[in-house]
């Protein structure tokens, strides 16, 4: 399982992504895969480059709900 800044992501912008295949949780501001399970590299690249399409939507999304 990818590990990165594993330290503080619990505490950072992040996203979930799970389906019936497996999930994967990444760190928002810069994008980056912290953990993962049931995904192969291309499945995990393909949601990587979702998530990074949708990073500014997911940061005001996210500011929103826990800047409050």
């Not at 503080?8 to 980056?32: K, M, N, R, T, Y």
């Not at 993962?36 to 291309?42: E, F, L």
């Amino acid at each position: 399982i990818p590990r990165h800044r594993v330290a503080g992501w619990v505490s950072a912008a992040h996203v979930h992504v799970s389906s019936p295949d497996g999930w994967a949780v990444f760190i928002l501001g810069p994008v980056e895969l912290a953990r993962a399970t049931g995904y192969t590299r291309r499945e995990l690249a393909h949601l990587e480059e979702i998530v990074n399409r949708h990073e500014p939507e997911f940061l005001g999304r996210w500011h929103a709900y826990f800047d409050r």
